[in-house]
């Protein structure tokens, strides 16, 4: 057999095991941690590898697939399972023909997100066994089981991954791809697969059954295995919890679970009775421990561990051991911050700086947009999940009344608009909202790395497709004032933003040009801008656009004329590319057109 | 109490500067040498100009892909601040590199903030065995600034176990042909610095 060793990240090495496993279709929308299983998967040809518009859209092509009787994954954040968990929980019910595996890639501590929901309930909530890798040895072969187990137990499978199983890399073993059990055809089947209540009633018995079959099987998977070591201490893990543990106490006992869901009571009850002292290691929700306790057995868990945010080996030795790090140098306190901040060029910034300046109440959504919250441009004063920001315009516009109009406007991204605001703009629109809904439209799914979506005309696996016209598709929708702006005109952008936001009937400006980092477009900015030392008053104006180019340099002195000022304004010319709005909000004329990079 | 026989790298600096592709030339290496490795960085918001850290860890077995506080045998700091932001994971006899390179972060750039002094006085005192490195002239004499991050690989390669040929070798697998040579002279000039 062909085997090579390779550095892989756990999505790489999850794309790799559901290649091996011989995956027909594949569908996800980008979200962090798990965006580079699809992007990575993309590379086989014989793979149908597919951006959707949203997750719940992913799955549904999933099942159909499955249904068809070919293997398929699904791909999502942990918040994506939410927009898919109607489909998920009925799913579990009808069962499928080819394996189906849905990989929840959670995020302890929100690196990305925002919230850390712990989705291994979901696991349990809807009825389906869930396995976790803690690394990407595991993460590539637990694809590949968890394929099998889907077929064996006619079940969906989820992986859940965390964002430093995701994203740390180890070596993985790669093999050669297999060929799957079943086949592909079109077999009716309506008692298993409609679930009118008359079949759903008799498929619920039948998902009990195989939560039970499953946690036997759970006892003998070879992926939950004890090591024993000193028997002080027993511990039972998974997932990258496992890894911390067995760092800074790699010589105790381990009940080390590959399946978080069912669990395996006899291999819990055998650690338990043998150890001294037993602990759960686990992140976010006392899940494993409260079902330990729940079989009568005493356990240390969230007593020693956080509830919230991540754990690393450092929060692993202090619950384990009650011992702190050694540490020569503690943090150094007051640093300044270095947040994300929106690229120099971002044609966001334009419009944040023009709601800032109007001082709007602005809804916000998720994107590389919602970094316009901000200071300087504080500019985002609501921003929840994909999509709500169109809903919470019209509940905050019919709570007000007519005392809102003019002061509320809705921003969302091209792509998160078509992953879940096309429902609330018609909704708008039925309802008779005074909503103004901009569309930052950069052509692109920027914040996860410049994903194609519907809008872009372009598929993952890169062939050209028929893309939406979005100025068309609102108009369908009933909304009758539709304008396109370029942002990079500020006084003439700020002109219709006012207008519009003033009017009394739905309205959507749409605002349109490439992210700067477009590999597609490529903008047509080039030369950087440079600020007169000469003319510059110190006025402090253009700072508050937040370009990361322009840069205030303290030292007491003088403009051309003789003005004092407390300092200047200079621009970084290897980070300037161009895009003049600092030139533009100069009232003294002092940025220009300076020299080529 | 910890595992001796792994060594820890950690990279700090700004998104942009190219950290990430010198920790996954490094991971490459090390798994050529011979070696158990993990690495750990946090992708998604982290490229937009935002702090990033990225841990590399080698042994005969690795667990934790994180290094503890407390611990880094190596810091390689590609920006000024930043080294002084992880500075509590310097372990007690720790090697660093550092980019005399300073990066204003937002606050700074806005005249709220001012950007810290003496950041080499300081790191020097914690450090066991110091190394400035001037990271972007060097970068700038094989004739592309993007060279940095191989210039600051060259500058760890020196205080680590594995051949030079299996550094050189993972370098040219990463960069199509026409980046190579001045890859490689990046490597040498920070090797040898």
Known sequence: MNQKRLVLSGNEAIARGAFESGVKVASAYPG????????????????????APNEKVALETAMGASFGGARALVVMKHVGVNVAADPLFTLSYTGLRGGLVLVTADDPEMHSSQNEQDNRNYAKFAKVPMLEPSDSQEAKDFTLTAFEISEAFDTPVMLRTTTRVSHSKSIVVQEEPKTPPVRPELVKDPGKFVMLPANARKRHPVVEKRMKDLAAFAETFPGNRIEWGDRKVGIITSGISYQYAKEVYPQASYLKLGMVHPLPAGMIRSLAEKVETLFVVEELDPFIEDQIRAMGIAVKGKEAFPLCGELNPNLAEKGLKGIDALRPNEPIQGLPPRPPILCPGCPHRGIFSILSKLKLFVTGDIGCYTLGFLPPLSAIDTC???????????????????????????????????????????????????????????????????????????????????????????????????????????????????????????????SRAPCVLSRRDRSAFGEAYQADPEVCRGCRSCLRIACPAIEWITEEGADREGRKRKGRASIDPSLCNGCSLCAQICKFGAIGEGHAK | MRNNSVTNILLVGVGGQGIIVASEIMADTFLEAGYDVKKSEVHGMAQRGGSVSTHVRFGPKVFSPLIKEGETDILVAFEELEAMRYLHYLGPKPTVILNEQRLNPPSVSLGKDRYPENIADSLSRSAARFKKIAGKDLALRTGDIRTLNIVLLGAVSSFLPVAEAIWTENILRRFPPKAHKANLEAFQLGRKA
């Open chain 1, 384 to 510: 929840v999940c994909m999509g709500a920001s169109i809903g919470h315009a019209l509940g905050l516009g019919k709570a007000l009344g007519p005392e809102a109009l003019g002061k509320v406007v809705a921003v969302i991204g091209d792509s998160t608009f078509l992953h879940s605001g096309i429902t609330s703009l018609l909704n708008v629109v039925y309802n008779k909202g005074a909503v103004t809904l901009i569309i930052l439209d950069n052509r692109t799914t920027a914040m996860t790395g410049r994903q194609d979506h519907p809008g872009t005309g372009f598929t993952l696996q890169g062939d050209e497709t028929t893309q939406v016209d979005l100025i068309k598709l609102v108009k369908a929708l009933g909304v009758k004032h539709v304008k396109q702006v370029n942002p990079y005109r500020l006084a003439e952008t700020e002109k219709v933003i006012k207008r519009e936001a003033n009017r009394s009937e739905p309205s959507v400006i749409i």
């Open chain 1, 32 to 51: 962090t941690p798990s965006t580079e299983i699809l992007e990575n998967l993309s590379q086989y040809r014989e793979i149908q590898a597919q951006w």
